[in-house]
């Protein structure tokens, strides 16, 4: 169990800090909640306490022979501010000391991390972002802000992300430390398929595979909080949107294939630097699509259903990348008689020509659907990185730091 500090400053957003503390403490950790006291005219201190078992309070002259001000600062493990306003980023970054919560930041020598949320000409305005740029600058993580509805009819960056996002991306910190969310990936354009494609017999059935996208969602969300400018292509994927990124949805392979294509090389922005090919596609569609249900004891029933191959998305994808486009595969193996898990790997990414593979060791269903992973992490150059098991937003931090140092200078957009 870590000591976690839950830091809530006073927008309209901290209603949502009361699931965020909810999550934390459902995995097992100590939540101490500091809010400002404008936190307090959206979410009462009752609501707080309750969820986290510990007291709560706003200023620096309760509890005073505990010394609050100071040790709880020096006692976590975590601060994590949701949401940080425009108001508590300047305080923060000015090292004001004039409540709990930014006494506490000024205390913590444990990896703190702030969620801003504001409304779009506060967190577009220059003295917000040179705030923002000061505190990163010190050491601190500073996720970028959710695009959506903000207070009224007002729409655009500013939002908080979702508190599922916010908790896997803290506890990954958490877990690897504030290097988890290193700002390696700022001016980035990176290109992420996820999920399973789908190819269709008749109007109802498919031929498909068991791929939740959920690997491919957290690499996605990993390096939006990394600084990337992320697309996503999503075959038939269940989930909702990661904070920062731009989902594009997909059934078939050849939809894929076309949406791959065109966001890693033919983009108007320019090719992406990176172009990762995490979803599982079909190898084979049936060559014939009925237009009508095939029903069994019908003269419409198949004795057979002849198959097609379907195109080699992630050769197709190194033949034509860009001039210093990283692409990087992956690869579900079991082993056979033929070789282990690690041998199969490797003659894979020798046959595709990918930079890096991910191979994950799927027997006895070991990555799909589940919330954790583990992989080892294949280089063209003979490298090899072992990632041991952890949640699927630990596996692609430690992806995202293999593969960014492998990156050349930004490309232009």
Same mark, same amino acid.
């Given at each position: 169990?870590?000591?976690?500090?839950?830091?809530?400053?006073? !927008?309209?957003?901290?209603?949502?800090?009361?699931?965020?503390?909810?999550?934390?403490?459902?995995?097992?950790?100590?939540?101490?909640?500091?809010?400002?006291?404008?936190?307090?005219?959206?979410?009462?201190?009752?609501?707080?306490?309750?969820?986290?078992?510990?007291?709560?309070?706003?200023? %620096?002259?309760?509890?005073?022979?505990?010394?609050?001000?100071?040790?709880?600062?020096?006692?976590?493990?975590?601060?994590? %501010?949701?949401?940080?306003?425009?108001?508590?980023?300047?305080?923060?970054?000015?090292?004001?000391?004039?409540?709990?919560?930014?006494?506490?930041?000024?205390?913590?020598?444990?990896?703190?991390?702030?969620?801003?949320?504001?409304?779009? &000409?506060?967190?577009?305005?220059?003295?917000? +972002?040179?705030?923002?740029?000061?505190?990163?600058?010190?050491?601190?993580?500073?996720?970028?802000?959710?695009? !959506?509805?903000?207070?009224?009819?007002?729409?655009?960056?500013?939002?908080?992300?979702?508190?599922?996002?916010?908790?896997?991306?803290?506890?990954?910190?958490?877990?690897?430390?504030?290097?988890?969310? +290193?700002?390696?990936?700022?001016?980035?354009?990176?290109?992420?398929?996820?999920? !399973?494609?789908?190819?269709?017999?008749? @109007?109802?059935?498919?031929?498909?595979?068991?791929?939740?996208?959920?690997?491919?969602?957290?690499?996605?969300?990993?390096?939006?909080?990394?600084?990337?400018?992320?697309?996503?292509?999503?075959?038939?994927?269940?989930?909702?949107?990661?904070?920062?990124?731009?989902?594009?949805?997909?059934?078939?392979? &050849?939809?894929?294939?076309?949406?791959?294509?065109?966001?890693?090389?033919?983009?108007?922005?320019?090719?992406?630097?990176?172009?990762?090919?995490?979803?599982?596609?079909?190898?084979?569609?049936?060559?014939?699509?009925?237009?009508?249900?095939?029903?069994?004891?019908?003269?419409?029933? @198949?004795?057979?259903?002849?198959?097609?191959?379907?195109?080699?998305?992630?050769?197709?994808?190194?033949?034509?990348?860009?001039? !210093?486009?990283?692409?990087?595969?992956?690869?579900?193996?079991?082993? $056979?008689?033929?070789?282990?898990?690690?041998?199969?790997?490797?003659?894979?990414?020798?046959?595709?020509?990918?930079?890096?593979?991910?191979?994950?060791?799927?027997?006895?269903?070991?990555?799909?659907?589940? @919330? $954790?992973?583990?992989?080892?992490?294949?280089?063209?150059?003979?490298?090899?990185?072992?990632?041991?098991?952890?949640?699927?937003?630990?596996?692609?931090?430690?992806?995202?730091?293999?593969?960014? @140092?492998?990156?050349?200078?930004?490309?232009?957009?």
């Amino acid at each position: 169990m870590s000591r976690i500090v839950l830091g809530v400053s006073g !927008g309209v957003a901290a209603y949502k800090a009361a699931l965020l503390l909810r999550l934390f403490t459902e995995a097992g950790h100590d939540v101490r909640v500091v809010p400002t006291p404008g936190a307090l005219h959206f979410v009462g201190a009752a609501t707080f306490e309750a969820l986290s078992g510990n007291p709560v309070t706003t200023d %620096v002259w309760s509890d005073v022979p505990e010394v609050a001000h100071v040790r709880i600062g020096q006692t976590a493990e975590l601060v994590v %501010v949701a949401p940080a306003t425009a108001d508590l980023l300047a305080r923060a970054a000015a090292g004001r000391a004039d409540d709990l919560l930014t006494a506490t930041l000024l205390t913590a020598s444990c990896p703190v991390v702030f969620v801003p949320a504001m409304h779009t &000409e506060m967190w577009r305005h220059p003295a917000t +972002q040179d705030n923002v740029a000061t505190l990163r600058r010190r050491g601190a993580i500073v996720l970028p802000p959710a695009v !959506g509805r903000l207070t009224g009819p007002d729409s655009g960056p500013g939002r908080l992300p979702e508190p599922a996002d916010i908790a896997a991306l803290a506890l990954v910190v958490l877990e690897q430390g504030a290097a988890a969310l +290193q700002q390696d990936l700022v001016g980035r354009r990176v290109v992420i398929s996820a999920g !399973g494609t789908r190819e269709p017999l008749d @109007p109802v059935r498919f031929l498909g595979n068991r791929s939740s996208g959920k690997q491919g969602w957290a690499l996605a969300r990993v390096a939006a909080a990394r600084g990337a400018d992320v697309v996503l292509v999503a075959a038939n994927v269940e989930l909702p949107a990661p904070f920062g990124v731009r989902v594009v949805d997909v059934g078939t392979a &050849e939809e894929l294939r076309a949406a791959m294509l065109a966001e890693a090389v033919d983009s108007g922005q320019g090719a992406a630097d990176v172009v990762v090919m995490t979803a599982a596609v079909a190898d084979f569609r049936p060559e014939n699509v009925a237009t009508t249900k095939l029903k069994k004891d019908s003269a419409a029933e @198949p004795s057979s259903v002849p198959l097609a191959r379907n195109p080699d998305v992630l050769v197709e994808l190194v033949t034509k990348r860009a001039a !210093g486009q990283l692409v990087v595969g992956f690869a579900a193996e079991t082993g $056979d008689d033929e070789g282990d898990v690690l041998a199969h790997g490797r003659a894979k990414l020798a046959r595709k020509g990918c930079d890096l593979l991910v191979v994950n060791d799927v027997s006895g269903g070991q990555a799909f659907g589940r @919330p $954790d992973n583990a992989a080892v992490v294949l280089g063209a150059d003979g490298s090899a990185v072992e990632v041991p098991r952890g949640s699927k937003d630990a596996v692609a931090a430690a992806i995202w730091t293999a593969v960014a @140092p492998r990156l050349g200078r930004p490309t232009d957009g």
